[in-house]
């Protein structure tokens, strides 16, 4: 049997670039990650080390600092478009470019009731990101949040599972449901404003999660995929990852103090995973 | 020349404790990383491992969470306070008790204007920290804020520094200045509420950052420490740590594009770090 | 058009096992990190939150470990084999286990020549890895080596590449190849001995990073890819991905001191990554 | 009271530098990560934002790299007395400089019984770390090891230590004992060959560890401090930070399984720390 080259891809990862956009009353403060990868007719670099076809990913990477300045003005997506466009268009040996970015976020501080026109606070674990494909002839856009922590403290229960030789889980009526949860979806038709479907898919999937009576974590991820694609028309599909990060009840009983579902012990692992997409037939 | 036991301590760390507090109209979610430090007569352990009068670290763990019931009603800094109390009374071989806590912060989520009484969203980087120490007489009791990400996009400078053999870094009268800060405070006299106290620091701490006319660092790291001092009378001082999240100009010129301070390279390392602390004659 | 569930899976993620083998002359030392991942008939408890057909995380976690006094005694892929067969011949609602090992490295520590009968040495990055998928007829096993990081300083050059607009890199004809890579195989047929391929087909890699002249990354993973098919008869195919850790040349002659490709930047940030599959016709 | 600045210090952190000497039978590659501090005459800069007296950290990484060339030629220690000697030296206004250095540990692969002349694994914890601390008048030197994961499965005994009303731990014979240690030892005098007494010294703590019959950590940390102050005049004190890695027997008498110390959990957190300092009188 010969041996030959599959499927593969190459490209910079984790191009951190941040933008200020000066706006008269204050100034719009950017952050992303962007990550470019190349898939097209690079057998003979792989086979004969002939680099003719290679665009450096160091020259990735500075074509991306370059056409921030004019054409990273607004969503990440509108700007993944453009970057991804640009490889396909100016590199015919480029079958498909797949431009992703996650933006980390921040938020101008509050002082007297007002936000600050220059001044930033960041750190959140959540990123908002974008997964772009363009070929020849299409473009697909898939848009997410990522490592968003949320937790209700009440209305999720766990019962009435399977029972064997190695449970000692006990059932419960009330517990704490938390994930740090990466959630994606594929629009289809591309929307007009990107940023405004992002913040409106957001406050759907927030609000179903907190108005959910859940009987499982299976039951939410459900729960908050279709109702994204109940009220969104032009989302496909919603693919959500949901890693369970468990709060344990304490034993307090075995110190003679009453349990009352109030002391819990936060663990990282193991970890409870469960991911499903939810879709239109 | 004899070989001897020198300074020595042993404890619990990284305890991960979350409670709901249970109001009429809402839920408190609160969640805290908790470690303990004993000091005290525990040489023959070393010596001859001998561990009469070693507490273990399990048992310190259990002491957390059992006495978190009771104890952890209001500030981080009340709960550290009775904890070390707890160790240095209960063990006379404990000469001194440090234990240090860490709150991660959650808010609850706003939907239609509102807050939701039972749905968090968590995962950002800053803490609000406590390390309180206690011994048979005395008590002190250092709180601050951890991993605090803030940035302004103007009003920093960085001008009329030493100039050598091995100067590349160009001046600049209009710079980003982000850093990922923990800034510590010893009370002293201990207030009666903490939380009132820290919220209040925290609030001068960003109301002076968003306000300096920065020319270096370490201008702004003084002032900062002052401020706190200037306001709260009983802080006896301010150590702050001030990592620089260095937001690198892009040089776009090699490209023909005109530079104009918008594109930045967002690099974790190498950093400047600019520690110092501001303190009462 | 109705909304409907799609692909999903649940399981427990990142559970820590470490295991004892008492031999006659020493004792071995194993720690490993297993997920669970199970696929089936799970659309009511999404839909319905019924979870009559849900086996718990936590009981699949307390499963490894109550499995492995008995079924841990050699490879992690006959563990992991064996923990699959377990959820899908008890489990009838499961269509398909998928049990990933990875397993962390130790060494007995060399004294006056000879290896300790129990003290072990670990803290590597490097995992051998193993994901097995088992329906109720098939199973596969794809095994492989995690975040091994390897480095040459010589032999590796990157020359005759696309030229453009952005292009700043240089040509090198001797630069350091780094990359902690990450590469993994799919045996077909089963071997009977998995250590043994596991060691032969690792000590293939090395050689063949080591000996090759490299015109690019892409050259050194295809050969590497190559190399194992043709030495292993049982090796369908080779999945590389290898992250360039690039180790840039410092520009020493702008301060007048000669280039002789000695001193060097080591980034994390951004990097190249080059992945692709050798497989056979 | 008025407000005055107190101890700081500023400088630049994680300089990633790699090099490469050539040797004639093979290349030598070394990876380390420097951080330079400065103390001195900085009042101004914090006070009045005057930078005159400030090297910027930038011309400090510079520095580093332009240095490495012909200074770093063996030991990290040496190199840091350089270094620190330099800034001390060439900067009037800087009182103190220190210099920490962390050497990234790299082994020649093995093939065919021979270390490859420039093929290298790298990707452990353990790291070799010096921090240098020098002022006009006198120099330190405090060498160690950092992030070492040792571990042994048997010779470690918990016992006879205070039961009280939260313990739940149970008394063992026969435990795991595994610790990410950091040992830091201060040498006087200083030695003429840094990397042979750090070899020296490695091996005795290595020795020590694995034929101790430990008793409790603290009295393994002692034992290993004070192996290393009986073997090496040269040495001052040792300074041992011993985290607990835990390895907890799981319950499997639950499942009417015999528990014969085989199967733990591998846990990180919460996690004992035990630290001390072995000295001379």
Not at 13 to 36: C, G
Not at 110 to 115: A, P
Not at 263 to 270: L, N, R
Request: glycine share 4%; with cysteine.
């Amino acid at each position: 049997m010969k041996i030959r080259l599959g499927e593969n891809s190459y490209g910079k990862n984790a191009i951190q670039l941040s933008k200020i956009i000066r706006h008269p009353a204050y100034h719009e403060f950017r952050q992303i990650t962007v990550s470019v990868s190349l898939k097209g007719d690079f057998e003979e670099a792989h086979t004969n080390g002939d680099n003719s076809k290679i665009l450096p990913t160091d020259t990735q990477k500075n074509t991306v600092y370059a056409l921030a300045k004019d054409h990273f003005k607004s969503s990440v997506e509108d700007f993944a478009i453009y970057l991804a466009n640009h490889f396909v268009s100016t590199q015919p040996q480029v079958g498909t470019a797949t431009v992703a970015i996650a933006e980390h976020l921040y938020q101008r501080i509050m002082l007297d009731g007002n936000e600050h026109p220059h001044t930033y606070i960041g750190g959140g674990s959540e990123k908002h990101t974008t997964v772009v494909t363009k070929d020849a002839t299409s473009v697909s856009v898939t848009s997410g949040i990522a490592d968003l922590l949320i937790l209700k403290t009440t209305d999720s229960a766990f019962e009435k599972y399977i029972k064997d030789t190695y449970t000692t889980l006990k059932e419960t009526s009330d517990r704490i449901l938390a994930t740090k949860c990466t959630i994606t979806w594929e629009y289809d038709p591309l929307p007009a404003d990107y940023t405004e479907q992002y913040n409106s898919i957001r406050e759907v999937l927030l609000r179903t999660f907190a108005g959910h009576k859940s009987l499982s974590v299976q039951q939410t991820l459900y729960a908050m995929g279709a109702a994204v694609l109940e009220s969104h028309a032009n989302v496909k599909d919603v693919y959500l990852e949901m890693p369970n990060k468990h709060h344990i009840p304490f034993n307090l009983e075995q110190f003679n103090i009453r349990h009352e579902n109030e002391i819990f012990m936060a663990t990282d692992e193991p970890y409870g995973l469960i991911s499903g997409r939810v879709t239109r037939e």
